[in-house]
């Protein structure tokens, strides 16, 4: 979210030969309404990875300072922090990350940050379960995946900054309010284009299963090659059984993510002959001169 841009990927991919969905990290529409200018020091908001600290920035507005941990392209399950990133959160107002096991770097960092607020912006949201591998059981993090979730990522952004900084409240609801309906305003739009795609052909193929939310609110039916980030990824038996699936269902077009390696995907639509449809950008926001501007809807 200054990433003064937009608010939902590739939208234009969503239909395109019949193509199961594609929709990258939503959110994310340009600067609302700011502040007159002041003299007084802004409020400093330290985010855990970009996907939140675009969210944030919409409803800040030029209200509040906010920056990322992680920068656009990192893998954001694993990452480890530098000593920089300590001296940036130990200098912040307010700290937001996304909990659910997301960052599972996070707790351990948060030990070596003093006296500095944190909010977890997932907070009233019914997780879905990882259904495989070394977490299984354990919260789906990828929660803003869902427009409707992610209305509750904003509603709870707008809470802790009015919180830590009440003077700007009139400037957070108000933002809040109108990204918010930006963001309703995707839903309908998008059913209408999911709904030209044959039902047996709604089927979405990632590498990572971090769609789950996306695939509940819209009845997509959902492959993946593994459950979430971690140490196995595109191992032979999760190729052979995405291969397997595909050819089986005959799915048209295979997808991957901009913080993982492509191959695996690559592997599945060569082998299958269904077509390799590009990155979703599903963990971070892409870089400033990446094919998906840094904003979370291209």
């Known amino acids: 979210m200054p990433l003064k841009h937009h608010v939902l990927p590739p939208l234009r991919r969503l239909v395109r030969a019949a193509r199961p969905l594609t929709l990258c990290a939503l959110l994310c529409a340009g600067t609302l309404l ?83 607020p944190a909010a977890v912006v997932t907070e009233g949201i019914t997780p879905l379960p990882i259904r495989e591998g070394p977490y299984n059981g ?47 305003a995707l839903d309908a739009p998008l059913r209408e284009r999911l709904a030209r795609i044959p039902a047996a052909q709604r089927w979405l193929v990632t590498s990572e299963g971090a769609f789950s939310y996306l695939a509940k609110d819209y009845q997509l039916k959902e492959i993946y090659l593994w459950p979430i980030n971690a140490d196995e990824q595109g191992t032979p038996q999760q190729v052979r059984r995405v291969i397997d699936a595909v050819r ?37 926001l892409s870089a400033p001169a990446g094919r998906c501007r840094p904003t979370s809807i291209c």
């Open 34 to 116: 700011s502040p007159a200018a002041s003299a007084e020091k802004k409020l400093h908001v330290v985010t855990t990875f970009t996907i939140i600290q675009d969210i944030a920035q919409n409803v800040a507005g030029d209200a509040a300072v906010v920056e990322s941990i992680t920068k656009p392209g990192a893998e954001i399950h694993d990452y480890q922090p530098t000593p920089r990133d300590i001296v940036k959160a130990q200098h912040a107002d307010l700290i937001l990350w996304n909990g659910m096991n997301l960052e599972r770097w996070f707790q351990r960092f948060f030990e070596n940050i003093k006296q500095v």
């Open 248 to 284: 089986s269902h005959h799915i048209p077009v295979v997808f991957s993510e901009s913080t993982i390696s492509d191959k695996p995907a690559k592997q599945v639509a060569k082998e299958t002959g269904a077509q390799y449809g590009g990155v979703l950008y599903v963990d971070s």
């Open 138 to 184: 354990n919260p789906n993090p990828h929660a803003w995946m869902s427009p409707t979730n992610a209305l509750v990522y904003i509603e709870n952004i707008r809470q802790a900054l009015v919180k830590h900084d009440p003077a700007n409240a009139q400037v957070y609801n108000r933002n809040a309010k109108a990204y918010s309906a930006k963001i309703a």
